[in-house]
Structures are given as structure tokens and as C-alpha cells.
């Protein structure tokens, strides 16, 4: 089957589809797909996965609205099935990959699901089907690892006997269903008429501009995109420690340089977690690893936003000795786990790296989370006899907090606020001996 054939069959929904990885970007890819009309193939090695599934229920945690019943609708119409089972890709037109693609602790991409999966898929290909990699990678990752890898385990030619493409994802945990249809994407092929074929079937699912270009640019603007978030953080962060050396309240600076044209400054905090922000910069440095390219603003900007957890140490610290009692020895309650607030995910969480260092200095670590089963006592209960609380994320059953009860419940009136959560003179005059990341002592 040529280009041709292929996006004829994708205009009238024929094309037999299968997506690769049913995680929180491959399920509901495939269930959007399978809405549409399409035949929708779903692989995943986690067998108890692929039986979940087939039975309609969605394995996807958190809220997402209309997830769950979009799922089942389409497992019920059978439009949608999933398998562990490689051997079912025989027959099918066009393979997204959806596997993970994290980095390791040396900041390297960690390619083994996406290598696994093009090697099971390789001698299973169809002539004339086309691969599209949604999956985040590191730039150069199509022509230097996907290409060679599918052309030497499928005895196959790109572009001749098989098509390539690379269709970034810009889904966010809470609103993936709404983000797969109403934000734009970036549509790479391997040739421009590939990048064209893959069109029409993005626009059975894609209300927002659907921008055709190369593979190399695809990668870039996925990677560069988040890696410009970690930048802009960083510079946040990095205001509001200057804020706190000279005396003035970041969240005001903010406030007012934003009311600058063309100035957007972020949210300084206690730091940044998450399955995307603290890895792609890694995944765009990689792809100038062997160039004569000098990084300077990416590192740093990772190095600063992986030292405000330890801030917070330096904060606490601070308060502590303002009240006579030292670090170690002390019983303190970290409020927030998750990574961003109102979410149960803690993948990358500052706060874990928070905890670890107070453990290390000898602290009892208290930790709540109203969103994490383990850890969602009640808050008061939680602080109750302990020497400080961290709020660490921005959760809104934090907001609502009455300080009153906040002081009495703990031991010691100290409360550091990693998320500004608080204003400060209204922590003052509760009795607090308070600290808000960004802002200066002489402000207070
Ligand atoms: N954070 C700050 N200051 C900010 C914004 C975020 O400290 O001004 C922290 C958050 O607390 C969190 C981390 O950074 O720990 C990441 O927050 P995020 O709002 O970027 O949320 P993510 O990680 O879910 O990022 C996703 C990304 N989406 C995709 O990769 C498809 C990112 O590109 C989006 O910009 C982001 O959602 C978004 O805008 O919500």
C-alpha cells in the first residue's frame, strides 16, 4: 500500500489502527481513535492492564473527566480491544507508540520501552504501514535510533516499504481527553508526504491546528517547549531568592513585572516535580550531546528549580531557630506530596527530595496529602504536636486552613509556605512565626 492508498483509508476511518503503550497518552489516544470509528488495536505488556481494559474499566488514576466513559463505550462496541500480544500488529495500517520514555539519573533518555517495542514490532510490520512515535524524545532520536531500529528489525525500507512519523503529545494529567482534541499539534514525517498522510488521521480526533514538518523539529518543539517552562520557573526561582537576600516580596515583584508588556514571569515555589518538566530539558540537551553546542542556561535553570526543595530546608531552618529549637530532633509536617496541586501524581515530587534531606538532618517527617490514600489523614490531626508545617504544594484544602486551629493543633507556631499559599501578615497576627519562599525579612 503506497501514501496514497494509506490516506485515502485514514479519511474514510478504514485503516485498521493499533497504539503501542496504554498509559495516561496511549489509552486515551486509542479510545479517542476508536470513538471516531476507527478499528483500534491497543498492545500493552501488562497483562493485568490489557484484562482491566477489556473489561471497560479504566486503569488510568486521578480525575479525568469522560475517560472512564468514553473507555468503556468503546470496548462495549468493540471498536476498541487490547492485547499483550505483539503477534495481532500483522494487519494493521498505522502503530502509534505511546511507551515511556524517562531519563536516567545521569540525565540520559532510557530508551528500553521504546527500543522493546520496535523490535517486537519490526518482523510483525505490514508493508506499507506507517509508525508514528507520540512518545517525548530527545532530538535526532527518529533518524538515529527509531529508523535504523525498525529498518533492521523488519528487513524493511523507510519510505519504501514502510513510512515514519513523529507526533508529539502535549496531554496534562486532569484534562487528557480535553487536551488530545483542543490543543494544536506538531505532525513530523520522515518525508513531507508522510507528514501530509498523517493528517487526516489526527483530524478525526484534533479540533486545533494539525502543523505538518519534519521529525527533527517535531522533537525540538515537544522538548523545547517544556524545557522554556523549566527556564521561565528558574528565573522565578531565582527571583525570589534575590528577593528574600534584599527584603522585598517576590509575589509583589511579580505582580508588577508582569503588568510589563511581552513579560509573563512564572510562579517561584518549592520547586518542580512531574513527569515532563524536570526530564525534557535533558531529552533537548541530549540531542546536541556529541555537537559542539555549549548548554549553559538549561543545566542551570534544572539546578535551580532541583534546589528549592532544599530552600525549604534553609526556610524551615531559619523559622526553627527564630523560636529557640533546633532542626535535628524536631517533628515537622511536610503538607503536600503530589507534584502539582490538586493531583494524586507524585512522580518527580519536590517533595520527596524535601523529606529525604530532613530525614538526613535528623527529622521526624510527618507527611499529609489530602489527594495520596496513605497520607490523607486529617490535616490538623497530622500537624498536631509537631514543631513546623511545610506546605509544599499548592493544594486547595490547604488554602481553606484556619490558621487558628493550624497554631493550636501544633507544637510550635511555625508555619514555611513553599507555595504562598498565606498571606504573610495574616500569619503574623495569627501568631505565626512564618516564612513565604521569596520574601525578604525586612519585608516582613
Ligand atoms: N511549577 C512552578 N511554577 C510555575 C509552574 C509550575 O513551580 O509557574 C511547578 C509545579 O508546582 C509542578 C511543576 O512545576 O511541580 C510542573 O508543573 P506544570 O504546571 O508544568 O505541570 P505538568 O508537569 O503537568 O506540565 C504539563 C506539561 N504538558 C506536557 O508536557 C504535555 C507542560 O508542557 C504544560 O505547560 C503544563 O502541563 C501546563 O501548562 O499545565
Known amino acids: 500500500m503506497n501514501l496514497g492508498e494509506l490516506r485515502q483509508k485514514l479519511e474514510r476511518k478504514e485503516a485498521r489502527l493499533a497504539v503501542i503503550g496504554l498509559g495516561y497518552v496511549g489509552l486515551p489516544v486509542a479510545a479517542l481513535l476508536a470513538e471516531t470509528g476507527f478499528d483500534v488495536l491497543g498492545v500493552e505488556i501488562r497483562s493485568e492492564r490489557v484484562e482491566k481494559i477489556n473489561r471497560g474499566i479504566c486503569p488510568i488514576e486521578g480525575v479525568e473527566p469522560g475517560l472512564a466513559d468514553l473507555l468503556a463505550k468503546v470496548i462495549a462496541s468493540h471498536k476498541l480491544r487490547t492485547t499483550a500480544d505483539y503477534a495481532d500488529l500483522k494487519d ?4 502509534l507508540i505511546d511507551v515511556e520514555t524517562p531519563v536516567e ?38 533518524k538515529d535510533v527509531v529508523l535504523p531500529l525498525l529498518e533492521q ?13 513523529h507526533c508529539p503529545e502535549r496531554v496534562m494529567p486532569g484534562k487528557l481527553l480535553k487536551n488530545l482534541r483542543m490543543l494544536s499539534r506538531v505532525v ?42 523549566d527556564v521561565q520557573i528558574a528565573f522565578a526561582n531565582e527571583v525570589a531568592l534575590i528577593c528574600e537576600a534584599v527584603g522585598a516580596d517576590v509575589w509583589k515583584v511579580r505582580e508588577l513585572v508582569n503588568k510589563s508588556p511581552n513579560r509573563q514571569m512564572h510562579l517561584p515555589g518549592a520547586g518542580v516535580g512531574g513527569h515532563c518538566i524536570p526530564k525534557d530539558p535533558w531529552l533537548l540537551a541530549y540531542g546536541v550531546k556529541d555537537k559542539d553546542v555549549p548548554l549553559r542556561i538549561i543545566p542551570a535553570a534544572r539546578a535551580v528549580n532541583n534546589s528549592m526543595p532544599l530552600h525549604m530546608v534553609k526556610l524551615l531552618n531559619g523559622a526553627l531557630t527564630e523560636v529557640g529549637r533546633e532542626l535535628k530532633g524536631a517533628r515537622v509536617a ?60 499548592a493544594h486547595s484544602a490547604y488554602r481553606d486552613l484556619d490558621l487558628g486551629a493550624l497554631k493550636s493543633a501544633l507544637r510550635l ?32
Request: one cysteine or more; proline letters at 4%.
Open 92 to 95: 494493521r495500517d498505522v502503530i
Open 105 to 142: 539519573e545521569h540525565n540520559a533518555p532510557r530508551y528500553e520501552a521504546l527500543r522493546a517495542s520496535l523490535t517486537s514490532l519490526g518482523p510483525l510490520l505490514k508493508s506499507g504501514a506507517l509508525v508514528i512515535i507520540e512518545s517525548t524524545i530527545a532530538p535526532g532520536t527518529m
Open 153 to 165: 528489525s523488519s528487513s524493511k525500507k523507510v519510505n519504501v516499504d514502510f513510512y515514519l512519523g
Open 188 to 229: 513530523g514525517g520522515m518525508t513531507a508526504e508522510t507528514a501530509e498522510t498523517m493528517l487526516p488521521l489526527y483530524q478525526h480526533i484534533v479540533q486545533a491546528d494539525l502543523d505538518p514538518t519534519d521529525c527533527i523539529t517535531a522533537e525540538l518543539v515537544k522538548t523545547a517547549e517544556n524545557t522554556y517552562r
Open 334 to 393: 511536610v503538607l503536600g506530596y503530589a507534584y502539582l496541586e490538586d493531583s494524586s501524581d507524585t512522580r518527580n515530587s519536590p517533595s520527596e527530595a524535601l523529606i529525604r534531606r530532613l530525614r538526613e538532618l535528623g527529622v521526624d517527617v510527618i507527611i499529609q496529602d489530602p489527594w495520596i490514600a496513605e497520607y490523607s489523614g486529617d490535616v490538623l490531626e497530622c500537624v498536631r504536636g509537631c514543631d513546623a508545617a511545610v506546605v509544599m504544594v
Open 413 to 444: 507556631p511555625v508555619l514555611v509556605d513553599g507555595r504562598r499559599l498565606f498571606d504573610t501578615a495574616r500569619a503574623q497576627a495569627a501568631g505565626f512565626t512564618y516564612r513565604g519562599v521569596g520574601e525578604g525579612k525586612k519585608y516582613k
